[in-house]
């Protein structure tokens, strides 16, 4: 009789295993469907600008394309059917050599840029990008004078842009080129970064070290920056190449 207690006992918890992790991917969100870009269209803008397309089940941004020069305004992009609050986000993406871009969330509309009011997930090529490009004067203007032309940690891969730097002991970043996983869980308690399917990063939105933390650097004078608590999830044009795919957001 025991026996068959714990036989039943286990089918049970089998079952229920089962369903949950059913229940957890019908909650997804999929904000790329592999063929089109259904959804997705210029920040502070109606359609996608030039050089964003879906190709080979993939979501890129071609820079040759992107030359056109008919087009005025920014190539940054926003899946702009539906605003998140508090979420999960996974996404998969690969960068060329020298290659740079974000993955931004909470986004509003009707500001000059995205970076100014939005928090970013750093997406950057951490080993070449200095050596191709010079980030001297630009680290400068940020009052970052001991050896200026490094990428900083908070300019780093999953980095919370000149905010909160990843945790490089945890970091796994594969070679350029080859696939990566991001993912953000975001929650009025505790924001949490992911790469490859190691924690790299937690902090508090809106404490006091967060508010400290903002005030000190790049954003002191963005006075919306990070303020929202719903807004659009969106990808940065860098003047790169990018690929995305695997794009998915779960509510919370």
Same mark, same amino acid.
């Given at each position: 009789?025991?026996?068959l207690?714990?036989?039943?006992?286990?089918?049970?918890?089998?079952?229920?295993?089962k369903?949950?992790?059913?229940?957890?991917?019908?909650?997804w969100?999929?904000?790329?469907?592999?063929?089109?870009?259904?959804g /997705? &269209?210029?920040? %502070?803008?109606?359609v996608?600008?030039?050089? /964003?397309?879906?190709?080979?089940?993939? @979501?890129?941004?071609?820079?040759?394309?992107? @030359? !056109?020069q =008919?087009?005025k305004?920014?190539?940054? $992009?926003?899946?702009?059917?539906?605003?998140?609050?508090?979420?999960?986000?996974?996404?998969? /993406?690969?960068?060329?050599?020298?290659?740079?871009?974000?993955?931004?969330?909470?986004?509003?509309?009707?500001y =000059?840029?995205?970076?100014?009011?939005?928090?970013e997930?750093?997406?950057?090529?951490?080993?070449?990008?200095? &050596?191709?490009?010079?980030?001297?004067e630009?680290?400068?203007?940020?009052g970052?004078?001991?050896?200026?032309? !490094?990428?900083?940690?908070?300019?780093?891969?999953? *980095?919370?842009?000149?905010?909160?730097p990843a #945790?490089?002991?945890?970091?796994?970043? #594969?070679?350029?080129?080859?696939?990566n *996983?991001?993912? $953000?869980?975001?929650?009025p308690?505790?924001?949490e970064?992911?790469l %490859?399917?190691?924690?790299?990063? *937690?902090?508090?939105?809106?404490?006091?070290?967060?508010?400290e933390?903002?005030?000190s650097?790049? /954003?002191? %004078?963005?006075?919306?920056?990070?303020?929202?608590?719903?807004?659009?999830?969106?990808?940065?044009?860098?003047? *790169?190449? $990018?690929?995305?795919k =695997? $794009?998915?957001? &779960?509510?919370l």
């Open positions: 009789m025991k026996q207690i714990a036989i039943l006992s286990l089918a049970i918890l089998l079952f229920s295993c369903t949950g992790s059913e229940t957890q991917n019908e909650n969100i999929y904000l790329f469907d592999g063929k089109t870009t259904n /997705w &269209r210029a920040y %502070n803008g109606d996608l600008p030039p050089g /964003w397309l879906a190709k080979d089940g993939v @979501l890129t941004f071609d820079t040759e394309l992107g @030359l !056109e =008919n087009y305004g920014g190539k940054d $992009i926003i899946y702009g059917l539906e605003e998140f609050d508090n979420f999960e986000l996974y996404v998969e /993406w690969k960068l060329p050599e020298g290659g740079n871009s974000g993955i931004f969330y909470h986004i509003k509309e009707g =000059n840029s995205i970076p100014e009011v939005s928090p997930y750093q997406l950057i090529d951490d080993i070449n990008y200095a &050596r191709i490009h010079d980030l001297t630009y680290n400068l203007s940020l970052y004078t001991e050896n200026p032309s !490094e990428l900083k940690p908070l300019q780093q891969t999953a *980095s919370d842009y000149a905010m909160h #945790n490089p002991k945890k970091k796994i970043l #594969n070679p350029v080129g080859k696939w *996983s991001s993912r $953000i869980i975001f929650t308690e505790k924001v970064y992911w %490859n399917g190691k924690k790299v990063l *937690s902090f508090v939105p809106w404490d006091k070290a967060w508010y933390k903002k005030n650097d790049k /954003w002191k %004078n963005s006075k919306d920056y990070g303020k929202y608590k719903t807004g659009y999830i969106g990808f940065q044009d860098h003047s *790169s190449p $990018i690929w995305f =695997n $794009i998915k957001i &779960r509510k």
